[in-house]
């Protein structure tokens, strides 16, 4: 709950989240469960202290300091992760929890790699995963895409595998797509988007859709390498947009949609602090994007808790939030007649609050 007169407004928004990790919804507590249940063992306390309990990891993912001292913890947590059910289960403690908080239609990112790595075929993943975007529509309402990533810190070979099999699985395939989109994750600097240009070639080609993390931790160049050399649709973080007005002008005629993670950047000081993170900035050069949670386990919440953190620094307007989430809607990857239930309620919501 927040202090903000708007929060009933906030907790009702019909939201649409397009940047969130499946993987990044693994909270201490299903680490150990899931390491109990599949006999994983996990570092030792006297290893790293923060392994005694799921309290003290909780505690120690207060203490991140850049995007790589977090992602040591991401990648280690996964050790957990075996079974196509413990797959379900990490999707499904996301969509129920996203639910409460408003969330209409998710479209959400998964590691194949983080996984097959560890012997885990890619069809457990997904079907797993998939299993979760199934269940969260008939029992919550709550349409979804799947969006694989590629990690852009391993040998861009192990991408184009990734993509040889999704592509021999038959997740890309017309009839039935499982994965609707291309994603890069990961280690952002030094790993540039340029080097997956061939995956996101073929992608277009195969009409899948193309977002990137860039300008999270990398400069501007990061951004229009994803653009130009991935025909990015969508850019992932994207706050450091504000350094380059003359590339920001071309996002805002490309109509490009930031995928905009206010509490992440907190967490991983990419800013010390909400009021820090373009928001205000972005809106009034008209500058499209979305507000998500990231990796809701790490980073201090799930997307309302961002709506509210935004609505604390910024103070907005009923009606620029009206902006926000209208633009969430249109800028995702669902069909037309979907975007048109979710503007109603959208109307519903913002007429509601108006008037009463
Ligand atoms: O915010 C992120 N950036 C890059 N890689 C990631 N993998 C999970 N979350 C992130
Ligand atoms: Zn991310």
Same mark, same amino acid.
């Given at each position: 709950m927040c202090k903000s007169n708007l929060h009933a407004l906030l907790a009702a928004l019909p939201k649409c989240e397009h940047h969130l990790h499946l993987e990044g919804c693994l909270s201490p507590s299903l680490v150990f469960q899931l390491a109990a249940k599949n006999n994983i063992t996990l570092p030792s306390a006297s290893e790293d202290p923060a392994y005694a309990s799921p309290e003290a990891l909780t505690a120690r993912y207060q203490h991140f300091t850049n995007l790589q001292s977090f992602l040591d913890y991401y990648y280690r947590a996964l050790d957990a992760v075996i079974t196509q059910d413990d797959f379900e289960m990490l999707g499904w403690e996301y969509f129920s929890t996203a639910a409460r908080d408003g969330v209409k239609h998710a479209e959400v990112f998964f590691d194949p790699q983080s996984h097959t790595a560890r012997g885990i075929e890619l069809d457990t993943v997904v079907a797993g995963f998939n299993a979760a975007c199934k269940r969260?529509?008939?029992?919550?309402?709550?349409?979804?895409? @799947?969006?694989?990533?590629?990690?852009?810190?391993?040998?861009?070979?192990? &991408?184009?595998?990734?993509?040889?099999?999704?592509?021999?699985?038959?997740?890309?395939?017309?009839?039935?797509?499982?994965?609707?989109?291309?994603?890069?994750? &990961? &280690?952002?600097?030094?790993?540039?988007?340029? @080097?997956?240009?061939?995956?996101?070639?073929?992608?277009?080609?195969?009409?899948?859709?193309?977002?990137?993390?860039?300008?999270?931790?990398?400069?501007?160049?990061?951004? &229009?390498?994803? @653009?130009?050399? @991935?025909?990015?649709?969508?850019?992932?973080h994207g706050i450091r947009l504000v350094e380059d007005p003359a590339l920001m002008e071309r996002v805002i005629k490309e109509r490009i949609m930031l995928t905009v993670c206010p509490l992440s950047n907190v967490c991983l000081r990419a800013v010390e602090n909400v009021g820090q993170v373009p928001i205000r900035k972005f809106l009034e050069a008209g500058v499209k994007f979305s507000l998500n949670s990231d990796d809701p386990a790490y980073f201090g919440g799930y997307i309302l808790n961002n709506y509210c953190a935004v609505q604390e620094a910024f103070d907005l307007s009923v009606g620029e939030w009206k902006v926000i989430v209208q633009n969430s809607i249109e800028g995702s990857w669902c069909d037309q007649a979907r975007k048109n239930e979710l503007l109603s309620i959208l109307d519903d919501c913002v007429r509601k609050h108006t008037s009463g």
């Open positions: 969260a529509e008939k029992e919550l309402g709550v349409t979804s895409k @799947l969006i694989m990533c590629f990690l852009r810190h391993l040998p861009v070979q192990e &991408s184009r595998e990734t993509m040889a099999a999704a592509v021999a699985g038959g997740y890309f395939d017309d009839e039935d797509r499982v994965i609707t989109g291309l994603g890069l994750d &990961s &280690s952002e600097v030094g790993f540039r988007p340029e @080097l997956f240009e061939e995956m996101y070639a073929e992608a277009q080609k195969k009409g899948i859709r193309r977002t990137a993390h860039a300008g999270e931790e990398g400069d501007p160049t990061y951004i &229009s390498g994803a @653009l130009d050399a @991935l025909h990015a649709e969508r850019i992932d």
